[in-house]
């Protein structure tokens, strides 16, 4: 494919209050609202701005050679941090069966800090509520700040905070850990998906999505065979500190690492880059003209927010991340206790969790690059959670002594993340304007932290080892998630009819720089609704 943009020069007549260039005979054909508030555009218009009256093309090999950088740069750096703020969310999950419950002793292998089931469950849902408390503001502070300095700024925070609790020697003490950990890490999957829309198209988006959203796994993988090394170790030669504690030690110090790492290679944008030349920031920039949606806007828009908050989109992506967190909440909190109530020994539990994250992997590398291949992101993720369905009902409704097949089922409900990327995915594709997409996504995001914080409240002490009523709700919630994302698929085609019979209507005329002018996609006739 080769395509070219061809920059004309400026018209004798322009729009004096927006800057915008806007032929004579086409004014009133124009719709006021894309004037209105094009003095705040895109900083790609900046950049832009110099090539005015130049051409500009971009040959199918220029492309190729571009992605091809810019994802050897970003997505390795992408994804293992990704990787790591999962694994530094289920390091807890390792602890509990490492020592962390048990009461303080002289004995290493055997001293904690005395926490009882229910407090447990209030350490997993803490740092949510540290989540949950910080996710608008990170989210505005993305806008403001440069995008890779804050966001490298929050991963080196989130490590050194991590790497504290081995410093832990009371419940009180280990709250407020957990509370400041995902006030750090609230930056991170937003500022992710910001990063995703910036440097790639439409058609590119959900696979890079789902690859660096798979590396949940390959840290559910590491963490596993981290730990249960560290378990072993600590029990055969003995240790100073207790394994739990290393446990925490190793993840936080090796997140800050790569912390400092991520603050030199990734840029605030295309215009900063230090891995691409001149010439080269410019063509990055081009390549994503098609996505209308620039590569970011310092300028906060209230009507972006009120349009956010009144968009049936918006609130659909709230409560699918609501309900599908839930499940997420009580699983990676309880995960090894889980698989330690299929029948396992604690240390083998911990090596037995790591084939999920290779089921997780799989599903998401799969529908992510399908999504984007036939253009059906939603529909093509939605196997992923059936399959999840199924593995929870082999868990409720197995007998206890079929450890085997209740372990398969745990299995299976590693697939059910394919529709949570899908939809993150769809908030960098399918929301514009720089003010509401970081709405939007503190929306998605708060109602992920809400299911979280929900989640490990449905384990209750009393059901274990079976956790019948907490896995039935699991059940009911992914069920009700698959008739929000038919809501979604639906609507978004619905959109799509609407803006395509406005083009089509005699006098349309499209403004120059559109692209740029941040607009939001309901005010953007040329926005097309990814599926």
């Known amino acids: 494919m080769a395509s070219a943009r061809e920059k004309t020069s400026p018209p004798s007549d322009i729009e004096q209050e927006s800057g915008t260039v806007v032929p004579d005979d086409s004014k009133k054909a124009v719709p006021e609202k894309l004037l209105k508030?094009?003095?705040?555009?895109?900083?790609?218009m900046k950049a832009m701005a110099e090539y005015e009256g130049q051409t500009i093309?971009?040959?199918e090999e220029t492309n190729r050679r571009l992605l091809r950088k810019i994802d050897m740069h970003l997505m390795p750096i992408l994804c293992v941090v990704y990787g790591l703020n999962y694994l530094d969310k289920t390091t807890l999950s390792y602890a509990s069966i490492m020592g962390l419950k048990v009461p303080p002793s002289k004995d290493r292998l055997h001293s904690g800090i005395n926490i009882t089931g229910?407090?447990?469950?209030?350490?997993?849902?803490?740092?949510?509520?540290?989540?949950?408390?910080?996710?608008?503001?990170t989210n505005r502070l993305l806008?403001?700040?440069?995008?890779?300095?804050?966001?490298?700024?929050?991963?080196?925070?989130?490590?050194?905070?991590?790497a504290s609790f081995a410093a832990v020697e009371n419940y009180a003490g280990a709250l407020a850990i957990r509370f400041f950990l995902g006030v750090f890490e609230a930056a991170v999957t937003p500022g992710f998906a910001l990063f995703t829309s910036q440097w790639y198209t439409k058609k590119e988006q959900g696979t890079r999505t789902a690859i660096w959203f798979s590396f949940n796994g390959f840290a559910q993988i590491f963490g596993g065979l981290v730990a249960y090394g560290i378990a072993v170790?600590?029990?055969?030669?003995?240790?100073?500190l207790e394994p739990w504690k290393i446990v925490f030690l190793v993840t936080g110090l090796l997140t800050s690492a790569i912390g400092f790492i991520f603050l030199f290679v990734v840029p605030d944008n295309q215009m900063n880059c230090r891995w691409l030349s001149k010439e080269d920031r410019v063509l990055a920039i081009e390549r994503i003209r098609m996505n209308q949606q620039?590569?970011?806007?310092?300028?906060?828009?209230?009507?972006?927010?009120?349009?956010?908050?009144?968009?049936?989109?918006?609130?659909?992506?709230?409560?699918?991340?609501?309900?599908a967190d839930i499940p997420n909440g009580g699983i990676s909190n309880f995960f090894s206790q889980l698989i330690v109530g299929f029948g396992y020994t604690p240390e083998q539990s911990l090596l037995y969790g790591t084939p999920g994250g290779a089921v997780e992997i799989v599903a998401l590398t799969v529908c992510g690059y399908l999504g984007d291949k036939y253009g059906h992101r939603i529909l093509i993720s939605m196997p992923g959670m059936f399959i999840a369905i199924l593995g929870m009902i082999l868990i409720v409704a197995l007998p206890l002594e079929n450890n085997k097949g209740r372990l398969a089922g745990y299995y299976l409900t590693q697939a059910g993340p394919t529709p949570f990327v899908a939809l993150l995915s769809l908030i960098s594709s399918n929301v514009a304007g720089y003010t509401?997409?970081?709405?939007v996504a503190a929306m998605y995001l708060i109602g992920y932290c809400t299911g979280n914080i929900i989640g490990p409240q449905t384990f209750r002490v009393k059901d274990a080892p079976r956790y019948i009523p907490a896995e039935i709700v699991i059940v009911v919630c992914w069920v009700i998630c698959i008739?929000?994302?038919?809501?979604?698929?639906?609507?978004?085609q619905w959109q799509n009819k609407k803006k395509a019979n406005i083009r089509a209507q005699p006098g349309y005329v499209k403004l120059e720089n559109q692209e740029w002018l941040d607009l939001t996609d309901n005010e953007n006739p040329e926005f097309v609704y990814t599926l």
């Open 483 to 492: 008739f929000d994302l038919s809501f979604i698929y639906w609507y978004c």
């Open 37 to 44: 508030h094009s003095h705040n555009a895109d900083a790609a």
């Open 233 to 240: 170790g600590c029990r055969k030669y003995g240790t100073a």
């Open 294 to 323: 620039g590569v970011g806007n310092k300028h906060f828009k209230l009507y972006q927010l009120k349009e956010a908050l009144l968009d049936p989109l918006s609130w659909a992506f709230f409560f699918y991340a609501l309900l």
């Open 57 to 59: 093309v971009i040959t």
């Open 143 to 162: 806008q403001m700040l440069p995008l890779g300095k804050y966001s490298a700024f929050n991963i080196v925070m989130w490590g050194l905070v991590l």
């Open 436 to 439: 509401k997409k970081t709405t």
């Open 118 to 137: 229910g407090e447990y469950s209030w350490l997993g849902s803490m740092f949510y509520f540290g989540y949950l408390a910080w996710e608008y503001p």
